[in-house]
């Protein structure tokens, strides 16, 4: 239909996705397509071909890598839109990275008007393997010709890799490989989606590689095909990830079944022959039933579609648990796919959370864990893999928006929102009384970056000492959007200070993390030091410094010693810490090298230790709101005069309220209400509450309320304190820290 030699017009319609107003196109409806979280996009978003050829031509091609066989299974659907039967010549080539030919195949086919079919087995000698460490491309070239007269070539490249489980670990080309993931949602200052330049493509994958992760995982959107030529050539995993749903959306419509199985049907068949694509991730933490059942039959079609590659149906298990398809296995392996935020302060319960990961109650009782349940679904003794970790600090909003301001685009959400959010920012600060501390914006992003560093460090540490874990998943690479904080590289490609460069610490093949009984020590009590060895590498012969020094710099404790960095998980220092005569702040810092000097890894890790005159009890009366026998007797040992409270109590003695007996009668809550307007004090020690909401059945707090703990999940909660008598002796001036 095109009359070459004069200008030919193509009109193009787009139809959807309707997200702001309540129409109705061709039977699309809002909020109805299959959509992501972040960039809106829409239209002609990525680059676009027109090719023309003769009456024959590939309409698609599928190189299935055999590494075992050393083989590629070449798969071609020819499209012959004449109306005769017609002879052609297909020349297959594959050519090395020089461009040099190594293996090739010519053969006549038949082919009927309509579809034709094709596949051939190709021999590659010596076959090289693409991996991260090196990323080998081969490309094929497909020529179909008819009489010498070319009808259509195509050239595409490929790499000979498989990435599989087995014994319960990950394996890439027949070795086993840790994953060291980050999460990664392609948002772009002006691009929205689709990054500003290849350049800043780039520099977010090399950001990533230089920060020790091996996968990047895109979420719920396939990257621009820009972006994986690059993953391709710079040798990173990707996680395949069809537009299927995000939380709560799309609406659930009787056609929403289809529009997902299209989804998984394009994304597959777009990229099923990226060397960098190891795994398809169907779903992410499912609500919906009739998302549910579609989790089994796009298993399936990913599987007919796609014999090759890992296949998971859904991040999170939040449905059933998670199932793992391995290569050209139809059957599922039940496998533990967990997310977990656990705030900006990794204490006891959450590290012991990570290790018990994959353990009974009866082993986790054996080793003495008493960790917070992490994930949904999760199974002893299955694999398992954390594909969602981390926390949160904004950028450095001070030079964000100075960068958009002149390279910007006023038009763009990013824009906006950026410069919303750093106004906002110094508006809290002005009304909550806290802008003294920080004259310097820039210096508050970085304590909140700081915050961030310290909580995926410590997390993914925790991670790393559990051997039943296979990898993890850093929230996130970029920021942007409702993820802004999340990110260790902010939306313009740059890293965020002590965020980046602790999480690249703690991705590194040596590292050692250290651990205490408690974070806060009593000196009369004392504590156990635990220093746990990760190698990622093979065994080596080491030297192990583990140094103690006090607030002044003097060192309280020293050890030297000679020790096998064994590969794996190992304990490499146990002692038990006698702290009498310590007080105050301490950091224990641990050097590892091998036998040349060399520094293999270091760390450190600081506590606080308290005197018992530091933590005894004021000697002034405390009334209690409701009987508590343990409590009341506590108090008498510590010689505090002990009360019950009553309509004469006065307000300077403080009122304690601790869990509450019905037997108890205590005096209705509007008694202890008035003496709270009076200006007395009411400390509540313990409240019976459900996850969420708080039990209205307690007649000293008869409200119903949501709970919203202050943790923060992929922002920082910088909790601001302010120079003030009660805290005399501790930090203050800026955010709390571990200490409190």
Not at 201 to 212: C, T, V
Not at 225 to 239: C, H, K, Q, R
Not at 264 to 292: G, M, T, Y
Not at 434 to 453: C, E, K, N, T, V
Request: proline residues 6%; hydrophobic residues 35%; aromatic residues 10%.
């Amino acid at each position: 239909m095109i009359k070459a030699g004069t200008t030919n017009n193509l009109i193009i319609r787009v139809v959807g996705p309707i997200t702001l107003t309540e129409n109705n196109i061709d039977g699309i409806g809002q909020m109805e397509t299959a959509q992501w979280r972040g960039g809106l996009s829409a239209g002609i978003w990525q680059d676009v071909q027109l090719i023309a050829t003769g009456d024959i031509y590939v309409e698609d091609v599928f190189v299935q890598p055999d590494i075992h066989a050393q083989t590629a299974v070449i798969e071609a659907i020819l499209n012959h839109t004449g109306t005769q039967n017609q002879t052609i010549e297909v020349s297959l080539h594959i050519r090395n990275d020089t461009g040099m030919i190594v293996a090739s195949d010519r053969h006549e086919m038949e082919l009927h008007p309509g579809i034709n079919h094709m596949a051939k087995t190709i021999n590659i000698p010596d076959a090289q393997y693409w991996s991260p460490d090196d990323p080998y491309l081969y490309q094929l070239d497909i020529t179909l010709s008819h009489h010498d007269s070319r009808s259509d070539n195509l050239n595409m490249r490929f790499g000979m890799r498989e990435l599989t489980i087995k014994n319960k670990d990950f394996y890439l080309n027949g070795k086993r490989i840790y994953i060291k993931a980050t999460f990664f949602e392609g948002l772009y200052p002006n691009g929205i989606s689709y990054p500003d330049s290849k350049e800043m493509a780039r520099r977010e994958i090399q950001l990533a590689k230089e920060a020790g992760f091996n996968m990047i995982r895109p979420w719920r959107r396939p990257p621009a095909p820009m972006w994986l030529d690059l993953a391709d050539e710079m040798g990173v995993l990707v996680v395949g990830s069809p537009v299927l749903e995000c939380m709560t959306l799309p609406l659930s419509t009787p056609y929403l079944s289809k529009r997902v199985e299209h989804e998984v049907r394009q994304s597959i068949l777009r990229d099923r022959n990226r060397a960098c694509v190891v795994q398809w991730e169907l779903f992410n933490e499912l609500h919906r039933p009739v998302l549910k059942q579609l989790m089994r039959p796009m298993a399936m079609l990913a599987r007919d579609l796609d014999p090759t590659r890992l296949i998971l149906d859904e991040s999170g298990g939040w449905a059933y648990g998670a199932n793992m398809y391995l290569p050209n296995e139809y059957e599922p392996t039940k496998f533990n796919d967990i997310h977990n935020y656990a705030g900006p302060f990794v204490n006891r319960f959450h590290y012991e959370g990570y290790l018990s990961i994959g353990l009974t109650e009866e082993e986790k009782k054996s080793k003495g864990y008493q960790g917070s349940k992490v994930g949904r679904n999760v199974v002893p003794g299955l694999m398992s893999y954390v594909s969602e970790l981390g926390y949160g600090s904004l950028p450095d909003l001070t030079e964000v928006t100075a960068l958009f301001k002149t390279k910007g685009n006023p038009l763009t959400p990013a824009y906006r929102y950026h410069l919303r959010l750093h106004d906002e920012q110094q508006k809290m600060l002005r009304e909550s009384g806290f802008a003294p501390l920080y004259p310097d914006m820039q210096q508050f992003y970085l304590d909140q970056q700081s915050i961030h560093g310290t909580a995926n460090k410590r997390m993914i540490e925790a991670v790393r000492s559990n051997p039943l874990v296979d990898g993890y998943c850093i929230h996130a690479l970029a920021a942007g959007d409702w993820i802004l904080g999340a990110g260790l590289i902010d939306i313009w490609r740059r890293p965020k200070s002590y965020a980046y460069e602790a999480t690249r610490a703690a991705n590194q093949p040596h590292i050692v993390s250290i651990r205490l009984a408690s974070r806060n020590v009593y000196a009369q009590t004392g504590t156990t030091l635990d220093v746990t060895g990760i190698n990622d590498l093979a065994s080596i012969q080491a030297n192990v410094r583990v140094e103690i020094s006090n607030g002044k710099g003097k060192t309280v404790f020293k050890r030297s010693f000679q020790k096998e960095f064994t590969s794996g998980i190992s304990t490499l220092f146990t002692s038990m810490l006698d702290t009498k005569k310590w007080k105050g702040n301490y950091t224990i810092n641990v050097q590892v090298h091998d036998q040349s000097g060399n520094q293999l890894t270091h760390n450190r890790y600081t506590f606080d230790v308290f005197p018992q005159k530091n933590v005894r009890l004021q000697k002034r009366e405390i009334a209690l709101f409701n009987k508590n026998t343990a409590l009341s007797d506590y108090f008498r040992t510590q010689h505090v005069p002990v009360s019950s409270f009553n309509t004469t109590t006065p307000t300077s003695v403080p009122v304690v309220v601790t869990d509450y007996n019905s037997a108890d009668k205590p005096l209705p809550f509007s008694t202890l209400l008035s003496f709270v307007k009076k200006g007395g004090t009411a400390l509540y020690l313990q409240h019976q509450y459900k996850l969420g909401r708080i039990e209205t059945d307690h007649p000293a707090f008869p409200f119903t309320a949501k709970v919203h703990p202050a943790r923060g999940l992929w922002t920082c909660m910088p909790h601001l304190i302010h120079d003030h008598p009660i805290f005399n002796g501790l930090p203050s001036g800026g955010p709390m820290r571990n200490l409190f």
